[in-house]
């Protein structure tokens, strides 16, 4: 695995506009376990409490369970060394954009900012009856289902089952794909649409996919370039120690 390190850590700093693609796999070593899978969340909850139609219908029932996820139990996770690699390296200029398909707000915690969230976050809830925004303030949620001053009830800020991606967020994740040349997928095993499709768009315009996965995903044999057989916080511990042994000023 050393010299695919060393390779993947010349690659990023050769690059001139690196991007980042995260799944739930970075997010396992904060305690956050996928959605799928033999221990994901869906194994305990029923995963319409996370349909828009049923959001409407049942915005109470859909409530104590998203506020159990999202609030009571991912609300004390924090983000690990790979959150933390990735923060550094857009603050030393090695790494220009972040696409993460998770909706923990870890990025945005470990200090990254140039992140395109593209299934949204849960730090924020919209109403969709005056499209008003406010932080995820425990105050709000002391009451389910909680209520915006209008009347509506309060949904939070990331992508439903039977909701569009964000046009947005599409548009921002698209034209970095097209733009990089080496993207790092984390923890992603290429499973979800659309968001699938980008590093693949990416390695279509000849980007370098370097690739932290411990077991081999639907990209190693398709796109990647670079496979690193690890998890995202042991790959990011060696990565950084080779980033900064070839550049000391990283």
């Not at 993460?100 to 809830?125: C, F, M, P």
């Not at 590093?199 to 690739?211: D, N, W, Y």
């Not at 796109?223 to 550049?247: C, H, M």
Request: with cysteine.
């Amino acid at each position: 695995m050393k010299k695919q390190i060393k390779k993947a850590a010349e690659t990023i700093l050769s690059a001139s506009y690196c991007t980042a693609f995260t799944g739930a796999g970075i997010s396992v070593e904060s305690g956050i376990p996928p959605f799928r899978g033999e221990k994901g969340i869906w194994n305990t909850y029923n995963p319409i409490v996370l349909d828009l139609g049923y959001f409407y219908q049942h915005p109470r029932e859909s409530w104590e369970a998203i506020k159990e996820i999202f609030y009571d139990f991912f609300g004390s996770a924090r983000p690990n060394a790979a959150h933390l690699l990735l923060a550094e390296m857009e603050k030393k200029g090695a790494l220009r954009r972040i696409i993460t398909q998770n909706i923990d707000n870890l990025h945005y915690e470990a200090g990254s900012r140039e992140i395109v969230e593209y299934h949204g976050n849960s730090r924020t809830l919209v109403c969709p009856r005056c499209g008003s925004r406010v932080e995820a303030d425990p105050s709000i949620l002391s009451s389910l289902p909680p209520k915006c001053s209008c009347g509506g009830v309060w949904k939070p800020d990331f992508v439903f089952f039977g909701e569009s991606i964000p046009f947005e967020a599409m548009r921002q994740s698209e034209e970095a794909a097209s733009r990089t040349d080496c993207m790092i997928l984390i923890g992603t095993t290429g499973e979800v649409y659309p968001a699938a499709l980008l590093p693949r768009e990416a390695a279509r315009q000849g980007a370098v996919i370097i690739e932290i996965n411990p077991e081999p995903s639907l990209y190693t044999s398709e796109i990647t370039d670079i496979y690193i057989p690890a998890g995202a916080v042991e790959a990011a511990q060696l990565l950084k120690s080779e980033l900064f042994s070839l550049d000391p000023e990283l």
